[in-house]
């Protein structure tokens, strides 16, 4: 065969993706690859992996409004919202979520990704700064990139350097980006201090309150409006109805002029199929159980609080909750996976968080609070978690309290 002959054979499409196989097991090698793991609708396990801080999506009444909406409505909202997806349905509960919650107004997205990418990239621009916490969400992360700003990123909870990025810029407008509640180790922003610092440069404030909304508040209406600032000119707060509303997809509220930006320009609102009603129908029936029942929220917070302390004294490294997010350290990202799925295996089911996930390169596992928790249940998950735990991650003084 000729060079001729052999430069002619075209090489084989099933070598396109060859790379990956490397990649696969450069991650698999730093214990960081990822597995999918199903679960059955009737799997018998303490559910701690999850953000379903209130038990919500379990209710029967959240359930029952999720299928009366369906009959009603059909499975689909049929169309972006700007087309056919906006039903009364959505209307009505964009109402009562910005009467609850003290904000002028409310916009529902198909998910809380969706509703932070879209108030990002209507509310800053070329002409604009971002500055953010560097713990933000990958959600927010992924708006900042796709603005076209200036991203400026500040040292987790330094409201100094944030400052410093405010007044040195050269930019005409900014906007400052925080979590609430980060969703690692459940850690407040200090809002306050960090309202002052946007007013003192004339910056406008982003505060996702995915972990806070449901939470913290009077009644579970979040940190903004903990802080005062639901209905502040200058702030716009995004959130999840995934996590303490049990159901799905996600919102943006604040001034109406914000809100009303976001209808006229967000691209990932304008053509993106609107929320699907029996989603708005479960988020609304959540609502309302909240308004009628609001000692789930001290709850919620109240399990944390205990799992963290029970597990702290066992020599465990645990995060301090200052919501419904408790993290206990491990040794490695191995490690961490490894835990995660000894517990499974007994019957407690755990988040895993490992880099890149996480900033600081610690891994951990991770344990959602839920209102709905029995004392026997809040037992079970600390005896498992301790029962299982890599050597490592107790203080070596502390080892023997383990198991």
């Known amino acids: 065969m000729t060079s001729r002959d052999t430069e002619s054979v075209a090489p084989s499409p099933d070598s396109a993706f060859d790379w990956l196989e490397k990649e696969f097991a450069r991650r698999a090698e730093a214990g960081i690859f990822r597995r999918l793991r199903t679960r059955d609708a009737d799997d018998d396990f303490i559910a701690l992996q999850g953000n379903d801080y209130l038990g919500l999506s379990q209710d029967k009444r959240v359930i029952e409004a999720a299928v009366e909406a369906t009959r009603r409505w059909g499975t689909s909202s049929t169309g972006s919202r700007v087309v056919s997806g906006s039903t009364a349905l959505h209307a009505e509960f964009e109402e009562e979520l910005a009467d609850f919650t003290g904000a002028e107004a409310a916009l529902v997205f198909s998910s809380g990704y969706m509703a932070n990418l879209s108030a990002i ?11 953010t916490d560097q713990d933000i969400h990958a959600s927010l992360i992924d708006g900042c990139r796709l603005s076209r700003s200036e991203v400026s990123v500040a040292p987790h909870l330094d409201v100094k350097a944030m400052g410093e990025a405010l007044r040195n810029r050269q930019q005409p407008n900014a906007l400052m980006i925080t979590d609430s509640v980060f969703s690692v180790d459940g850690d407040l922003a200090p809002l306050s201090d960090v309202i002052e610092v946007c007013r003192r440069h004339q910056a406008a404030l982003l505060i996702d309150d995915a972990h806070g909304f ?14 005062g600032l639901s209905s502040a000119p200058d702030v716009v707060t995004s959130l999840t109805l995934s996590k303490s509303l049990g159901a799905q997809g996600g919102a943006v509220l604040g001034p109406r002029r914000a809100i009303r930006q976001m ?11 609107g929320l699907a009603p029996a989603n708005v129908a479960a988020a609304l029936a959540a609502l309302r159980i909240m308004r009628a029942e609001p000692d789930l929220v001290p709850r919620a917070r109240g399990i944390a609080a205990e799992m963290s302390t029970r597990l702290r004294e ?19 990202p191995k490690a961490a996976e490894e835990w995660a799925t000894h517990c499974a295996e007994r019957g407690v089911r755990v988040g895993c968080f490992r880099p890149p996930a ?19 249940q809040v037992d079970r998950a ?7 735990a890599p050597e490592g991650a107790m203080t070596p003084w502390r080892s023997g309290l383990r198991g």
């Open 121 to 131: 990239t209507t509310l800053s621009g070329p002409e604009s700064v971002i500055v």
């Open 214 to 227: 449901g939470v913290l508040g009077e009644g579970g209406r979040g940190a903004t409006h903990a802080a």
């Open 263 to 273: 209808i006229e320009s967000a691209r990932t609102f304008i053509f993106d199929t």
């Open 314 to 332: 066992r020599g465990f490294t645990v995060s301090l909750p200052d919501a419904a997010v408790v993290s206990v350290r491990a040794p490695s």
């Open 358 to 376: 996480v900033t600081d390169g610690i891994s951990r596992i991770r344990i959602a609070s839920r209102a709905d928790l029995t004392p026997a």
């Open 382 to 388: 600390v005896e498992v978690i301790t029962e299982t």
